[in-house]
């Protein structure tokens, strides 16, 4: 693994760590794959806050709608094998539509363009009030005919992945489940990755959790219901090694994959862009993808929402490199903390490695009065001050230009900061390659333990 990517994703489990502090969030599981092969995963917080349980990487989550990317998988598969075009109305698979509905066409329904209904007129399995919709159920939710015509703009639909999940039963005469597991979960080496629930009481599971508010405290959502015909749309439970390795799988540029090049190019061609996207960046959507980013750092990748867990997975497109974040509280800020990993990714990887005499310009450091911390990451003769608080932590970020090892001034500041001072280490008395304080101008940086016990020291007759 080359040196920038092993520095980034350091950088990015530290990060997530005091994001999880920051937002109080029970759980969260983060993973890493390169060529092929996780090359980093770690678990933060708690499976279950209640019963104190932590979380581990083992644990399995409800990664709801990253499974469209499984099921596009499986429908370009089987195009592959000469079983269907996209092109395809799928009249041709499925009876009993609507006429409009019925000459919708699978590359619509893969794209999100065929203009059907999202979830139904009563989406209450949502909020576990009745389960989830079975074959016949979900074709009386789409008899009322298309919301929109056909290939107008972008409109998501869960109904419109139930129904891809039909024609593969029709094509192959097996059951989704089964077809899906054999074809494209084993032969990508996913061992920890079924299309729905129940999961094996042997496995660890991720318990899910409201959000804080309104009631001021988490409550337990167990996340076990089982997703009937709605399973290609939202009924996946894996892990985020999982995730990582088979969105890796994904990018164009990976030597191992169920599909082949061509396939892998189509379900990431942008297909639409979403008029109203609610994320950091402009999204678009493919063919069971969600893509982002410009130039030479795009992203392809899935987010999923259950009611006891929340997610998002990017491949990084071209190189090989794909992540995995996962969560079990309703109010995790995930969308915007992949986004986070991606801009430090790109950041890491389009900088110099740090040089000798910036070796020490490093770590997370704590002041008195500052309203953050700061952490420092050093490329070139450059160092970074970051703010680990902010959900792109490069955004805004100060420079430092080093002129020894112990010291340099502020090169790059706005100018409400300390733009042009000094900025210096402070080593211990006995160790020159111990750094105790950071001073940026006139403030002074301790580290946490530091900061923890001159708190106490100062104010801790206000606990009394």
């Known amino acids: 693994m080359e040196k920038w990517l092993q520095n980034a994703i350091e950088y990015s489990g530290s990060w997530l760590d005091f994001q999880m502090r920051q937002t109080r969030q029970p759980g969260c599981a983060f993973a890493v794959a390169h060529r092929g092969r996780v090359v ?5 917080g708690h499976s279950n806050v209640q019963s104190g349980e932590r979380l581990t990487p083992r644990h399995r989550f409800r990664v709801a709608s990253h499974s469209k990317t499984f099921t596009a998988a499986a429908i370009l598969k089987l195009r592959e094998a000469g079983k269907l075009n996209l092109d395809d109305p799928v009249r041709r698979y499925v009876d009993g539509l609507d006429t409009d509905v019925a000459r919708v066409t699978l590359s619509q329904l893969l794209s999100h363009g065929g203009g059907l209904v999202r979830d139904g007129a009563d989406a209450s399995q949502w909020r576990e009030e ?5 074959k016949e159920k979900l074709l009386a939710d789409l008899a ?6 056909a290939d107008t703009r972008m409109k998501y639909s869960n109904h419109g992945f139930g129904l891809l999940g039909l024609v593969i039963e029709a094509v192959t005469g ?11 979960v084993v032969p990508s080496k996913l061992k920890e990755t079924s299309p729905d629930a129940p999961i094996d009481d042997s496995f660890p599971r991720a318990c899910g959790h409201s959000a804080e508010l309104p009631l001021g405290y988490r409550v337990i959502i167990p996340g076990e219901n089982v997703t009937n015909t709605l399973a290609p749309a939202t009924g996946f439970v894996s892990t985020a090694a999982d995730l990582a390795t088979f969105f890796a799988s994904l990018d164009p540029a990976a030597k191992r994959s169920v599909l082949t090049t061509e396939s892998r190019r189509a379900m990431q061609h942008r297909q639409w862009k979403d008029p109203y996207g609610r994320g950091p960046s402009d999204i678009y959507y493919g063919l069971g993808m969600i893509l982002g ?20 997975s990017y491949s990084l497109t071209g190189r090989d490199l794909s992540f995995s974040i996962l969560t079990n509280a309703l109010d995790s800020p995930v969308t915007y903390w992949a986004d986070g990993i991606f801009n430090i990714l790109k950041v ?4 110099p490695l740090p040089n000798p005499r910036t070796r020490l310009w490093k770590g997370r450091w704590w002041g008195m009065f500052q ?57 211990a008395k006995h160790n020159d390659n111990k750094v105790k304080e950071v001073w940026l101008g006139g403030n002074c940086f301790v580290s946490e333990r530091q900061m923890k016990a001159d708190l106490k020291r100062r104010y801790a007759a206000q606990r009394k």
């Open 40 to 44: 980093f995963e770690k678990a933060y």
């Open 130 to 134: 009745r389960p989830f919709a079975d």
């Open 348 to 351: 890491f990887g389009t900088n």
């Open 174 to 184: 097996e059951s989704f489940d089964s077809w899906v597991s054999k074809n494209i």
């Open 371 to 427: 309203p953050q911390a700061r952490d420092l990451v050093a490329f070139g003769n450059q160092v970074y001050v970051l703010s680990p608080s902010q959900l792109n932590p490069f955004a805004g970020a100060e420079h430092i230009s080093v002129s020894t090892r112990l010291s340099g001034y502020i090169s790059q500041a706005g100018g409400l900061s300390s733009y042009g001072e000094d900025a210096r280490l402070v080593t």
């Open 144 to 149: 009322n005919g298309l919301v929109i015509p």
């Open 293 to 312: 980013g410009s130039g030479d750092w795009e992203w392809a990748g899935h987010a999923g929402v259950f009611p006891s867990a929340l997610s998002y």
